[in-house]
Nanobody, 126 residues
Framework: QLQLVESGGGLVQPGSSLRLSCAAPGFTLGYYAIGWFRQAPGKEREGVSCISNSGGNTGYADSVKGRFTISRDNVKNTVYLQMNELKPEDTAAYYC???????????????????WGQGTQVTVSS
């Protein structure tokens, strides 16, 4: 069973940057499209960004366009989410998810993804 491990979260000030990583030790992540979702307390899980298995297609939520960049290194078996100009409203638990699907598919629907990580907390506060 594919297991995803997120890392890179933390407590930062507004305007700062963080890079989240999603790894799958022992598995070939290149077979999967990857999505990053986030969930703040009391709110529904929302899609943030996604990338096709080859990396040739990406998508971003309007709230993060121009600030976040998703990328993947299939040699290192890792997907990254570079988050710049962080805002307090970006505070949430961030999850990566894997879908054994070809692009395009319903990338913003959580049920499209078969595997989920445990999440990493991002807190943006002064």
């Amino acid at each position: 069973q594919l297991q995803l491990v997120e890392s890179g979260g933390g407590l930062v000030q507004p305007g700062s940057s963080l890079r989240l990583s999603c790894a799958a030790p022992g598995f070939t992540l290149g077979y999967y499209a990857i999505g990053w979702f986030r969930q703040a307390p009391g709110k529904e899980r929302e899609g943030v960004s996604c990338i096709s298995n080859s990396g040739g297609n990406t998508g971003y939520a309007d709230s993060v366009k121009g600030r976040f960049t998703i990328s993947r290194d299939n040699v290192k078996n890792t997907v990254y989410l570079q988050m710049n100009e962080l805002k307090p409203e970006d505070t949430a638990a961030y999850y990566c998810a894997a879908a054994p699907r070809t692009w395009p598919f319903r990338v913003w629907v959580p049920s499209s993804y078969n595997y989920w990580g445990q999440g990493t907390q991002v807190t943006v506060s002064s």
